[in-house]
């Protein structure tokens, strides 16, 4: 199976049920993805949430806290993935989410941002609500939906594409499970922020980056990919309209922030 992710084609022993809107014709692969029973080597291990990476001589292996019988072997160039586990429709689904850190890997170096925000395009332009887990970026943009009729691209984790600064949907996606193969402009990132007056500010790009650094994906344990994407950041802090917005979870809360963006008529932080 053939698939086609922003810059990227990977070509994949196991049929990835997300992944079906990204399907491509077959042509040279960038990533290659096969089956393996081999033994896992001891090494050093980094965890970073609730994956482990496990440092090998040639890349990682990259497995669940508590179990490595199952999981992906990387290699350091993210080109070859080797998955070690059932080949069956519950094995794809547990390849998934080693699959996607390993692309988000090699979509760094190829000048992509993987942010946590729940994107959606309206008139041909996207809008992308960031900010800390459970502070509403799903409520906005479910908002945005409902009172605008906008169209959700991710629910989370979309990427932008630093060349065209475009938002790109992607085959992860949060509890929308949106896998939505579309390439859309970037218009606006919003940092929602709690307060009952409604209220935008213009973030500059000092302040831009650093909420970047927050919200976007960094692999701290490959030191020269994340070097790479601390680069990346600085950029999109640079090229993007950041907002810091203030307000509720009413329709008029969007209508407004909508008017304030078309209009620019913000504050400057």
């Known amino acids: ?44 291990e980094i965890i970073s949430g609730d994956i482990v990476h496990r440092v090998l001589p040639d890349g990682w292996f990259c497995h669940e806290r508590e179990n490595d019988s199952e999981g ?9 993935l080797r998955y070690k586990g059932r080949n069956d429709a519950g094995g794809a689904l547990s390849a998934e989410k080693y699959v996607r850190v390993a692309l988000e890997c090699l979509l760094i170096r190829k000048g992509c941002v993987s942010i946590h925000a729940a994107a959606v395009a309206l008139d041909g332009a996207a809008y992308a609500f960031t900010g800390p887990s459970g502070i509403g970026k799903s ?11 906008a169209k959700l691209i991710s629910g989370d984790r979309p990427l932008i594409k630093l060349q065209t600064m475009e938002v790109l949907g992607v085959p992860w996606d949060g509890k929308e499970q949106c896998f939505s193969n579309v390439r859309v402009p970037l218009n606006t990132i919003c940092e929602v922020c709690r307060r009952s007056r409604f209220l935008v500010k213009q973030l500059p790009p000092s302040l831009s980056r ?17 070097v790479i994407q601390m680069r990346n950041i600085t950029e999109l802090s640079e090229k993007a309209e950041i ?25 400057k932080e």
């Open 1 to 44: 199976m053939y698939y086609r992710i922003a810059d990227v084609t990977l070509l994949s022993a196991l049929d990835l049920p997300s992944y079906a809107a990204f399907s491509c014709a077959p042509e040279k692969p960038d990533v290659t993805l096969t089956l393996t029973d081999e033994a896992v080597p001891a090494g050093k």
């Open 72 to 80: 992906l072997f990387i290699s350091a160039g993210y080109s070859s």
């Open 210 to 226: 650093k909420l970047l650094v927050r919200q976007c994906f960094i692999p701290m344990w490959d030191t020269d990919t994340a």
């Open 243 to 267: 907002l810091r917005v203030f307000g509720g979870k009413a329709p008029e809360d969007a209508l407004a922030l909508h008017e304030a963006i078309r209009k620019k008529s913000y504050l």
């Open 139 to 149: 409520t906005r943009a479910r908002l945005w939906i409902d009172t605008l009729g």
